[in-house]
């Protein structure tokens, strides 16, 4: 099982993704690390933000390496103690976003570092929103731009609590020292960005091509679905190619062949998804196999590749059905 960060649930919504009967995944598992995800609880008052103290970074200093940071010397704040590093130029965050970033935490007291996500080689996708990630993260990347590196000290009440981090070894006092790489942001109106490809099968369903983060519309044709896969551009972006096993941020939309029915959109949940191919149904993990990041596209998906006749309960989905998703891919992690 690949180690990772981060407590991967499956987000509501996604259960019409999920792959069934295959225990492949590390979903809903726990790496022998800790991370920024919030803590059960996350009431605290909103912090004082102050400049320091916070320790030397004394190796690693360039964005996008992993850094060597000194241990904490005297008595750490008991404010929020927040430093750009390096300032970026690029998107500005906000709360709430989705922020991808590669980070190192650890101990003010005794420099153990706790996690870090530069030797997974995989950043971390998370959402700036209360009870998804730990306060001081919260406050201390609002308003930072894309291509910064931020340095923050995080006291027990924006971090961990009194409870701490068992897990990690992180106690309820501990003050906690992050560097953040902050790669790239998004939010609920993010979308693909490209050239747009002409949609001329008459048979296939054609998909909208606005990129103002509205839902992109679906018109399914009134002929038989197709048997076979299809997966094809509507929007090219000019990113990396996704992996079988690429984790991917998407926005997506999903309606029935019969009826062009919408049974799932993050759209309409006003919050993005991210998800590893292996955790999904295999006509999505095939369907964006090596297509490019910044892409829109057509997936249509027939039963064998979809949810046969098992669909998942509660679902809008009936057996044998062939599925139509738009899918914006917006990262690769």
Do not use: C, W
């Given at each position: 099982?690949?180690?990772?960060?981060?407590?991967?649930?499956?987000?509501?919504g996604l259960a019409t993704l999920a792959a069934c009967g295959d225990d492949k995944s590390d979903s809903g598992s726990v790496g022998d690390s800790a991370s920024p995800s919030a803590p059960e609880t996350s009431a605290a008052p909103p912090p004082k933000i102050v400049d320091g103290p916070l320790p030397a970074i004394t190796a690693g200093t360039k964005f996008g390496e992993k850094p060597t940071?000194?241990?904490?010397?005297?008595?750490?704040?008991?404010d929020l103690a927040v430093k750009t590093v390096i300032a970026g130029g690029g998107k500005t965050v906000a709360e709430n976003d989705f922020v991808v970033a590669n980070y190192l935490g650890q101990v003010w007291s005794t420099a153990k570092v706790f996690d870090n996500s530069y030797d997974r080689k995989t950043p971390l996708a998370i959402q700036l929103a209360q009870g998804t990630i730990i306060d001081g993260w919260r406050y201390a990347l609002t308003g930072k731009k894309t291509g910064s590196r931020v340095q923050m000290a995080v006291p027990p009440k924006w971090g961990y609590g009194e409870q701490g981090n068992?897990?990690?070894?992180?106690?309820?006092?501990?003050?906690?020292?992050?560097?953040?790489?902050?790669?790239?942001?998004?939010?609920?109106?993010?979308?693909?960005?490209?050239?747009?490809?002409?949609?001329?099968?008459?048979d296939?369903?054609?998909v909208g091509t606005n990129t103002d983060g509205k839902a992109p519309s679906i018109e399914v044709p009134e002929t038989?679905?197709?048997?076979?896969?299809?997966?094809?551009?509507?929007?090219?972006?000019?990113?990396?190619?996704?992996?079988?096993?690429?984790?991917v941020l998407v926005q997506y939309k999903g309606v029935l062949w019969d009826g062009g029915k919408e049974f799932d959109s993050t759209y309409g949940r006003g919050q993005l998804t991210s998800f590893s191919l292996q955790q999904v149904v295999k006509g999505w993990a095939q369907g964006l196999t090596g297509k490019k990041v910044g892409s829109r596209v057509l997936i249509v998906i027939p039963p064998e590749l979809g949810y046969g006749d098992n669909p998942p309960q509660g679902s809008?989905?009936?057996?044998?059905?062939?599925l139509v998703f738009s899918v914006d891919i917006l990262a690769k992690l």
């Open positions: 099982m690949r180690r990772r960060s981060l407590l991967i649930a499956v987000p509501a940071v000194a241990k904490g010397t005297g008595e750490p704040s008991k068992e897990q990690a070894g992180i106690k309820g006092t501990d003050t906690l020292v992050f560097v953040v790489d902050v790669q790239d942001t998004f939010n609920a109106k993010s979308s693909a960005k490209g050239s747009e490809v002409a949609q001329d099968n008459k296939l369903p054609k038989d679905a197709p048997k076979k896969l299809v997966s094809s551009y509507v929007i090219e972006g000019d990113g990396e190619e996704v992996g079988a096993d690429s984790s809008e989905i009936k057996k044998d059905s062939t």
